[in-house]
């Protein structure tokens, strides 16, 4: 089976959802319509719940979380029953086999009771033994990837408000903090010894991000650096709109300056290896790492107010 | 003597207008006292009475202290005390052996349910009392009479048990809270004065209102009954601003200095930076609440009913109020947005701590909830269909509906950070999803919900035309122009989804306008060609109100469980963002309880709270049959007619 393509993944898994379906229903249609076979509300019912797992099972790699395909299982099976209880006829025609089985008095229903009473019980002492036995992995910790940030830092000696400061590095032509200035440069040549000042600072900017963070966080920015795999939190993905995308510069000012040790009381478990960096680098030095890394996703920071 | 029958009808239309007038003013009122002109003015007199006192008693009286507003800036003369430092004792925390915030949590969502409730209901009431004084059908006419009267009946009982548990709330802050109680109060209180006030004038507008209703039947009385309805929804609109003033002006005050000293502006503590936005949310919202609760009356009364006709009278009932319910629903995430953008423009902390922070997981229940809410609508909508014949044209297409509302709910639904064990972590090789997780961000967001809401307003089209023919002779095109609207939607919502991905954020922000644009002009243009369409169309059958699945009523209740979930869980979100703090960094909260609860505590106490609402509620409802029982039969008996006929909406 082909995979993913990179860059439509979101689109080719809605895509090929909506396939899945057409066949489906196409397939029923033809079914009924031709050959004269109705396939019964129920198994149809059981068919559409069961492609839904298989999907999500073993179609999608790398594999899902147990917590998002539980979410998904459910959204399934509730429109699975919007569907078949939506209009009396077909609620009654889903219902029947169930109720039969219930209480019908053929030998067919009859054994189908029979081996439902020793199967169910069976299975769900099955469950009951695997989620008692005691497992090895540790145990899921909810962090809180974006803390709410203090109302100032100070980083040698200096204190910096964030609600209102600003790079000194993101400059415009005539040194003053430009909102747009990386808009218009996104596609200049770091290495060009004419360029303005702001692309000085991003090109002293990539030097720092390749001397100190890019054996965590990646040399393509993308959180799988060398030593990734090694911690737990892994280190931030920056390319991912989740990171730097949706953060103010000063959030992530703070952030490089103070590292994991200087992660706040929620920003639990605090077993982020991210290195305080204002022990290595001086403030220009962090405020320049950072306008690379906006450069370079070409993610500008998020303003408010605009 | 026809002549005279004519003038007397234009006289009486004259006379409708004029009330109508009356009555948008009256409606309008209370957004004057936004206007910051006022301030403006309240400052200058203080100024002014400063300098004049200054001049007229020379150097003899000490220099009166100056201080400055911590949020808007402003200069003013310090009037009160600052704010107190309290410490973990008795004294400033007197407590019994029990949490006090878990009592006092219990006591505010409380009263908030009743509260919001009470107010919300005046105001369809009086919609629904205006509705009926137009429809020109008698028998209709009386219908929406009855069922205006009938939802007034249900909240004058609330009525009391929200001021009950208004005192309750006041002691219990003065007991437990006394510290923080005084220092509110030496701010607000003449804020506080104007509220009781007010709330007399409400009570005795409510009473007259409700036991005139028979009295004043006819003619102009009538007019002057529906006034009343006015009046009480402007005086509960504004007894519930001065209530949102205190609770905003703990999470970003202003109207005081740095140290919490009252600078004597009144009106800058009320107008503080989140007001007009929990305002607008507020409002929305009780709206949303008072339908789902009337709807789950009605739901109750139809599954209880011992005949047709009141099985009749309820189910129309219950699609009256869901109706209302939803109608309110749609714009109330936009309301949100802009609360929670003034949230970040306040301070970026308090914003990070709700959606990304401390209380982000709190936000996954809230979608699972909205999700819960527009499928509910959609269901009932398609439960509705069953009950008119010729219904069967449309119903084949519910299954594709299904399909792309849950499909948006996958994607809504995703988890931007998932929760799993550190193997699966390792296993899928980074925080995100290369695949799923790009569902996690908000373009994919925005694109799923805009669809959501306009294949829930798809539904509701359909539903409308379940059991009419169009006749018009523009029909075809009419048809061909509401496919055309619904699928330029669509794609425009979906592609720009897709593109929202390729653009930065601050871009992919002003995105978010033209997806609601295509929303909201499916939801206008296409209502209105629609209801032009079904001009004179020829009916399949009446609507046979009564003959709904049980399934339904059960749906109403489940919309209505889901908002007082949602709302006890965003009040708790946005009362506990301020974390440590009573008043937001001006009055440290200094008591052992000044911690976040863990998330399950949290949502333990919200389904306590809804739990506890239900029961009483529950006991509301059956004081409210207790009186209706013998009423509803007689009125259904004399226009058993009207119970059946078809409504226009």
Redesign the interface.
Known sequence: MPG?IEGM???Q??AE??LI?VIF?LGAMILDKKMGIRIPMLLQAALVFIAGWWYYKFR?????????RA??QV??A??IF??V????KG?TEFKRPILAVLDAKTPLTWWVRAVLLVVLPLSASGMAYKNLLPSL???????????????AVTVHGKKFP??TSESPVRVDESGEYSNHIQ?AHVMDNPFDPDSIQYMQNVKEGGDIFFQNCHFCHGDNLN??GLYA?AF???PA?FT???TL??L?E??VFWRVAKGGPGLPR?GFPWASAMPPWEQHLTTEEIWKVILFEYWHT???P????? | MKRLFEGRMRNKQLLSWLAVGVLVGALLLPLVISIPLLAEEFEDAALEQAAFAEETLGEDVPAQEIGYDVHYGDEGIVQGPPAPVTSDNENDYPRYNFESRVIIWVANQQHLYYGSFVLAVPIFVMIIEFIGMVTKDRAMAQKYDTLAYDFIKISITAYSITAILGGVLVFTFMILYPAFWTYMTKIFHPAMHIYVLLFLAESGTLYIYYYGWDAMREGLLKWVHLSMAVFLNVFGTVLMMLANSWATFMMSPAGVDAEGQYLGNIWLAVHNHLWNPVNIHRILGNMVFGGGIVAAYAAYRFLSAKNDEERAHYDWMGYVAMFIAVAFLIPLPFAGYYLMREVYAYRQQMGITLMGGLLAWLFIIQAVLIGALFLTTNYYLWQGMERMRGAERYQKYIKYMTFVLIVCFLVWLTPHTMVMTPTELKEMGGQQHPVVGNYGVMSAKNGAVNIIITTTVLSFLLYQRCNKIPTVPWARYGNIALWALFSVAFVNIIWLAIYGYYIPANVRVGLSVPQVVSTLSCLFIGMTINLFMMRGAKPTGPVEWGKISVRSQYALFMLATSFTWMMGLMGYIRSSVRLHWHVNEIMRDNSPWAFTHTIGFAANMISFNVLFFWVTLLFVFWLGSLGTKKAVVEKGRAAPVAALAPSTN
């Not at chain 1, 999608?60 to 998002?68: A, K």
């Not at chain 1, 209880?85 to 009396?88: F, L, N, P, R």
């Not at chain 1, 992995?137 to 962090?143: K, M, Q, V």
């Open positions: 993913f993944m979101p689109v898994l809605l959802i909506l379906i229903v999608i790699e790398p594999p899902l979380p147990f917590s998002v979410i998904y959204m399934i509730i429109g919007m569907w209880s939506s209009a009396e609620w992995g540790e145990p899921i910790e909810l962090r809180t990837v974006h803390p709410a940030p203090p109302a964030l609600q808009d959180g799988r795999y737990n939190p892994i993905n991912d709109p989740g995308a949706q103010q000063t959030f929620e070409k993610y500008p998020r303003t408010w107010d605009e």
